[in-house]
């Protein structure tokens, strides 16, 4: 039977905690991970509508992009919709699970979704995270370094922009005398050994590190393997802020303003004033993103695509690119498309819903 904690582990596969922001509160938030999951609720917020929805659909797990508990509750009491929509989950057994910050930032997250919505291409990250690769350092026997190499790409390693299965090897003699109660690969206990090796160097995500290490001693030789690891300055273009693409064809700028509003089912969409250029490269960030303005900018986009864009802040635009705010919900509504996508493909025995209830709290007229 597949667990809550099943489900946790494929989202986190996707989407790792290590990588949300500080401010925020990713993971199994309300529920007990060895539950057996009887269905899934799919939802952008998880709020008291959302879980009266999952009791109605026999649905004991609800993962939302949003978290429903942001900062830590001091009270329970039901006095607001964070507290009601906590007590009403507990009573009822649903768990509820959230991906927001760590699936924002993963190469395939919500940014690459509105991407695709879009039909953009040759898709990169807006702006890379920093100090989160390392490098690994390990030393085996010649006629083992293939098989050694193979296991630490499959376990992740090795990746460099658009190359993988990148690492630099070299030849090298190293020594060893085997202890006592030893069982060496090659030479003799209490006798020094000279063995012909290869030094091979990769680089693999920090985030990566319990899996590459397992990896790199289940396929060494040795009984004591040798290695080092190096924290890398590099930026790492498979994570961070948003996301820049291309246009297949170019659009005028109204043409492009009016196909968002319509692919994004926007009510209204905000945007500054029109530069009478074609679009060809644009960049987007789900939710809040006034923060990637001068990235964007940097980055040659002519639209600027994200939302909560404060008043002066529009000003900022500095007649270099459009920004277009299209609303925080209408920017993630599609990440639910994400959360069931990889749900069905691995899992079968229980039914994967999408929420009915639009819980986006801003109205148009």
């Not at 922009?161 to 030479?187: L, R, W």
């Not at 209490?190 to 899996?211: A, M």
């Not at 790199?216 to 924290?231: C, G, Q, R, S, W």
């Amino acid at each position: 039977m597949t667990t809550i904690k099943d489900i946790s582990n494929l989202i986190e596969s996707i989407a790792p905690l290590s990588l949300q922001e500080g401010y925020d509160n990713a993971g199994l938030i309300v529920g007990d991970p060895s539950a057996t999951v009887k269905g899934v609720l799919i939802c952008l917020d998880s709020t008291e509508e959302v879980i009266d929805e999952a009791i109605k659909l026999n649905c004991n797990l609800v993962i939302a992009h949003h978290p429903i508990v942001f900062s830590g509750l001091k009270k329970l009491n039901g006095t607001n919709y964070v507290e009601r929509t906590v007590i009403k989950a507990i009573k009822n057994d649903i768990a509820i699970y959230a991906a927001h910050t760590n699936l924002d930032n993963v190469w395939g997250g919500v940014n690459f979704k509105i991407a695709e919505k879009l039909g953009l291409v040759n898709c990169e990250i807006l702006s890379s995270k920093q100090d989160l690769l390392r490098r690994l350092i390990t030393f085996c026997p010649l006629e083992k370094a293939a098989e050694v190499r193979d296991a630490l790409f499959k376990a992740g390693a090795g990746h460099i922009g658009k190359y993988d299965e990148c690492s630099f090897n070299s030849e090298g003699m190293g020594t060893f005398k085997a202890g006592e109660n030893t069982d060496p690969y090659v030479g003799k206990p209490g006798e020094r050994h000279n063995e012909k090796e290869l030094k091979i160097e990769t680089i693999y995500p920090v985030y990566l590190e319990n899996e590459i290490i397992t990896a790199l001693i289940k396929a060494h030789p040795y009984e004591e393997v040798a290695y080092d690891i190096i924290p890398l300055g590099n930026a790492f273009n498979r994570v961070g802020s948003g996301v820049i693409g291309e246009l297949k064809e170019e659009e005028n700028e109204l043409d492009f303003l009016k196909r968002v509003k319509k692919t994004m089912n926007c009510g209204c969409i905000k945007y500054t004033g029109l530069l009478g250029k074609k679009v060809k490269k644009v960049a987007v960030c789900g939710g809040s993103g006034s923060f990637l303005l001068k990235n964007a900018i940097n980055r040659g986009a002519n639209v600027y695509i994200s939302a909560d864009f404060k008043y002066h802040e529009f000003f900022d635009a500095a007649q270099r690119l459009v920004i277009a705010d299209i609303g925080h919900y209408e920017s993630e509504q599609f990440t639910g498309e994400i959360f069931y996508t990889h749900i069905k493909e691995k899992f079968t025995t229980f039914a994967v819903h999408f929420s009915g209830i639009n819980t986006n709290p801003i109205n148009y007229l």
